[in-house]
């Protein structure tokens, strides 16, 4: 079993930033990638940003390109964003997304953290 914890989130004005943080805690795994995605009221929830361990490959949703960035650190099995210029339209609880290998037993699963809010006033 792996579990996910988020921090980070929270009230910030139109314009503002904020650091989110997950951090991928268990034992015998490995992290093949890890991402952020978000959910509006009466929204899909949607992808917003993704990077892989192995290269630091990284995808945004074009509504964040620009503004967002994703960055990771595989030592401490944690992936961050950093979200400047915040936009009312961000406003969302954003959860962490992981697929991991579990070693003992071998095999590949997804992942999800508790979510956590995001709201941006205007």
């Known amino acids: 079993q792996v579990q996910l914890v988020e921090s980070g989130g929270g009230l910030v004005q139109a314009g503002g930033s904020l650091r989110l943080s997950c951090a991928a805690s268990g034992s015998a795994f490995r992290i093949n990638a890890m991402g952020w995605y978000r959910q509006a009221p009466g929204k899909q929830r949607e992808l917003v940003a993704h990077?892989?361990?192995?290269?630091?490959?990284?995808t945004y949703a074009d509504s964040v390109k620009g503004r967002f960035t994703i960055s990771r650190d595989n030592a401490k099995n944690t992936v961050y964003l950093q979200m400047n210029s915040l936009k009312p339209e961000d406003t969302a609880v954003y959860y962490c997304n992981a697929d991991a290998r579990l070693l003992l037993p071998s095999g590949s699963r997804n992942y999800w953290g508790q979510g956590t809010q995001v709201t941006v006033s205007s």
């Open positions: 990077i892989t361990s192995a290269t630091g490959s990284t």
